[in-house]
């Protein structure tokens, strides 16, 4: 046996018999079951504890709106909280756990909450934690944090898989009940491209629930028969187990495919987020039923009557023994005759228009009793209770819509006014009778087919009843005799509504966000209209008046995995490697990452003490004989065209119309702010093509700019630009002894001698016997310095042939850690000075800017201010006592100021243990820096909680004069 | 949102970087008399229209051609799309 409450026929596979277990303990259940539809088979009624009182809770539904029964499936990483019971497909070996309780279920210390309800209403923690201040973040907080939350988060990164995609349709249909299934099928027959998606993994909606015949069939049958006659037509997708969560922009469709549990696999997604491309969207979502507000109207065994209705006749469980009907509607009568004929003992049928109200609940792990206010008490251990149903209008609206009220049905429907290409058909959009679902959806599907330009063949239309249970306009029963719930999740009661009320939170907005109304994962399905229909009541207003809040997306919660994709880790962020990296990393290179790439940070060897000792060797290697440093990372822009100079000339400050065919020009780009944006060097290759670098960080955005100067300012020049960063391998060789060390290289005639290729001189040539190759004489380091570049697909090569040819003179490789050590000694800008706030005149740069010319910048450099510090330089600085480190970011005051942001008179961007110098040095952006060269600052590190007096000097703490890089 | 490339068709906004208001395109005289105050409105100041607004796309994962898409930034409605440089031209062909 499967379970006690379980009953005959209804659609479930009894030679499927699956295993499962909740809070450890083993069930079983069928295929064809849900988690909830298999505990209440084996009479598990209490599921979980509420959010803010701790009250035990039952399932309430039998779908989507599911407020009570959040569940985690699984352990470890594998762990998913407030997974709803209702919507969970049961299989073989499924592990559930309740919520929400420090003990067992059945006892939860915390349940004292719900002891102090009274002192726990609307705002509590406003207005409760408000004093001592100081007892906020060490006692208030961390009790909250801890008290609260519903389910815990999973420990460790998620495992499972999800992706993403678009598919593209002619028409959309939402919903496979009966108005989806018939306006499927219209518009399918028609030849249109259809998508049919629902949520639940049977299709039928309400069908699969209600006992209705449609041409003479079982309703479920007559579903399963449609469905079937859809997956032949080859020009339709069928989609279970998928929900359209939002309406976007230009008839885009946010649908979340759950994969079914037997096709699940481990290097498979289980979720897919498909971003569907519409020319129609049919809505044909159905309705949400509301319960009624009554004293004690949360406990376990209280269920919305057609989620008894869909345990019965669908899942052929009995949610209880003896089972009371509450409603404000005729369904409730004709319930209980569908009941009565399953077997089931019918203790009472309440009707809320006329009959004597429900005044309390007893029963505290599972309703016992209901007592009325003639004082009759009604033993049963379920209660169905029904207050009419709400249109699932939401994708409707979730474009600025506004719902319409409609006093027939008691209930919002969609306006009038819908996103261009959607219709409604069937209970979203009010029409609760099946012959009318049918011939709405039918219409729908056909008119969808047409406006797309397909003809429709004529269809006769279906056979079935059309009854419709409107229900009386009533909400509450016995207001005032008890705690009566509203939003089930949130644990907002009707006391904490009538309280907003009297504090003037009366918008709906208002009372939302005041009490959490409609907060919580189920977004007040079942809760958010009985709000309304009390504030319009409290209010004198009507509900029309009162309005509803606004509907957004996602219509159901939505795994922020699937919203990620494969858009995770790597995914996110790819790996770019240099050619050299393999080489680099056997040489004993660690890797920083810059952007993207990874880059030898630096090449520790046997013996070195740590970081430090290795930069040193490799900066001393450097200043004393000859470096090697991969500078592939760098941007590569080719450009060409007779405009080329133009074009050049336009987006740097420098002058470029003087540079001759052969040389390189160290450069800077502004913006049109008059702020450094990128640095880097050009060289011009040919008379009509240049090659651009740029930083690493900012290739892309420069890159872009480019295309913009091009595109949008410049179109009539003739002028192209590649990105061409991967296509060269470049190293820079660095030291006094360079010049020997590439000689080796080069092959002949070229003369790499200082007459024939001075500093800032540039060449394509051939090295090594005809590899094809550029070199550039430029130097960042301060040393007699190149750049040599080949095809990428050389560049490991290369590294190898330079450590070859160099072993006799020491050649070294060192990583971006030396190269930084390098160039702060020489006093060179880089991107802690280039941080988006540094005008050329700020970095001791403002001579580059020429004065001759228009370019990019030019109108606004020097005038752009940043607050406080329009006079800032770029200076150096060392410590008095040579001993004490440097700290960057510390801010540099008078020795004898308060230490306030008053006195700030600048900050420390970089600073490096010299090894050339023996002590720390730093480069700094200083008000008045060029007057203060000689001073004697405190900087001030207010994190690090250290001062250290400093003396300001020029930046440039190497070979001012330049003799080095020029010899 | 799709944006109808006029040489490749309606293509995904996730394709695109945004830029902002058209009106960049304006670019003033940099060597101008009174440059600075231009390009101090040319840089920093924008309308902030409810309603149709021109404004620059780029399509960085597609083709790399600068759009001047015309959008109703209530409702999101595109109602023009064109080549940036193809607008520049015109433009100073107008002059």
Known sequence: MSGAFRLPGGLVDRDRPLGFTFNGRRYRGFAGDTLASALLANGVRLVGRSFKYHRPRGIFTAGSEEPNALVTLGMGRNALPNSRATMVELADGIAAFSQNHLGPLGFDPLAVTDLLASFLGAGFYYKTFMWPKAFWERLYEPLIRKAAGLGRLPAGADPTLYDKGHLHCDVLVIGAGPAGLAAARAAGQAGARVILADEGFRPGGRLLAERHEIDGARGADWAAAQWQALAAMPNVRLMPRSTAFGLYDHGITGVLEQVAPDARAADKPAEILWRVHTRRIVLAAGATERPLVFPGNDRPGIMLAGAVQAYVNRWAVAPGRRVAILANHDGGAALAAELEASGLDIAAVIDARRDPAVVATRGRRGLRALTLADGRRIACDALAVSGGWSPNLHLAVHRDGKPLWRDDIQAFVPGEVLPEGLAVAGAAGGSFGLRDCLAEGGGAGRAAAEACGFTVPDAPGFAADNAQHPPAPIWELSPGRGRAWVDLQNDVTTKDIRLAHREGFRSVEHLKRYTTLGMATDQGKTGNMLALALMAGHTGRSIPETGTTRYRPPYVPISLGALAGREGGHGFKPVRRSPTHDWAAARGASFVESGLWLRAEWFARAGESGWRASVDREVIAVRAGVGICDVSTLGKIDIQGRDATEFVDFVYCNGFAKLPVGRVRYVLMLREDGIVMDDGTTARLGENHYLMTTTTANAGPVFQHLEFVRQCLRPELDVHLVADTDGWAQIAVAGPKARTLLARLVDAPFDISDAAFPFMACATLTVCGGTPARLFRISFSGELGYELAVPAPFGAALAEVLMAAGADLGVTPYGVEALNVLRIEKGHVSGPELNGQTAPKHLGLGRMASQGKDYIGRALAGQTRIDGAETARLVGLRPTDRTQPLSAGAHLLEPAAPRTQTHDLGWISSVAFSPTLGHHIGLALLNDGEARIGARLCAVDAIGDTEVEVEIVPPQFIDPEGARQRG | ?95
């Open chain 2, 1 to 95: 949102m799709i944006i109808d490339h006029p040489l490749l068709g309606p293509r995904d906004s996730d394709e695109f970087t945004y830029l902002g208001d058209a009106s960049l395109l304006d670019r003033p005289d940099g060597l101008g008399e009174d440059a600075a105050a231009r390009f101090a409105e040319y840089v920093y100041m924008r309308d902030n229209p409810a309603g149709l607004h021109r404004e620059l796309w780029f399509h960085a994962a597609g083709d790399l051609s600068w759009l001047v898409v015309t959008r109703n930034t209530a409702t999101h409605e595109i109602t023009a799309v064109e080549l940036a440089s193809d607008v520049t031209r015109a433009r100073r062909a107008g002059k």
